[in-house]
């Protein structure tokens, strides 16, 4: 019995070390650019809207990331979205927050959507929030998708307030 133990797992040792030698340089690319988000602050290169950025993260293409647990209004038609009310003024607001900054990803269960991007809690280097900070000021609305759910709380209370003080999105 112990010897079958021991040949399953050199079998799988081996397999694994074939598997990660010699796949590429993409694969080493995500590990390098996780561990990099992981441990340190990243350079936003370009907001995409209120809710999606690019940033460097010393791969080629960079990584595009979008915030966990809010949604800002479209600020461009594409596909079959249309422009959505403060869609711009969102997207403006996170340019000026995070726009040639430097922001530390944090993660929850999840950590890509199903179109690739990287879903991520994003704080700026003096600790500021930005998750929080669009739902506070009104320039994002609470999206819960479990399991990614470890703000949802916060979050909700924030826009509560948002909607009560008339800010962004509630103002009229």
């Known amino acids: 019995m112990m010897k079958r133990v021991i040949a399953i797992v050199l079998l799988i040792s081996v397999f694994n070390a074939s598997c990660n030698s010699g796949s590429g340089k993409r694969n080493a690319d995500k590990t390098a650019s996780s561990e990099t988000a ?6 936003v290169t370009k907001v995409v809207d209120g809710d999606t950025f690019w940033a460097d993260d010393k791969t080629s293409k960079g990584i595009k990331v979008r915030l966990i647990g809010v949604d800002a209004p ?3 038609k594409t596909f079959k979205k249309e422009i959505g009310y403060f869609g711009k ?17 944090e993660f929850d269960l999840n ?13 700026l280097q003096d600790g500021t929030f930005v998750n929080a900070e669009l739902v506070k000021n009104g ?18 209370k924030l826009q509560q307030e948002a909607r009560e003080n008339k800010r962004g999105l509630w103002k009229e």
Request: zero cysteines; a positive charge.
């Open 38 to 43: 992981q441990d340190g602050f990243l350079l």
């Open 74 to 76: 479209e600020s461009r």
């Open 111 to 123: 950590r890509t959507d199903q179109y690739g991007r990287t879903l991520a809690y994003v704080f």
């Open 139 to 156: 320039y994002a609305m609470v999206m819960t998708v479990p399991p990614n759910v470890k703000f949802a709380d916060e979050f909700v």
């Open 89 to 105: 003024e969102a997207k403006a607001y996170l340019t000026n927050l995070l726009d040639r900054k430097s922001v530390r990803l």
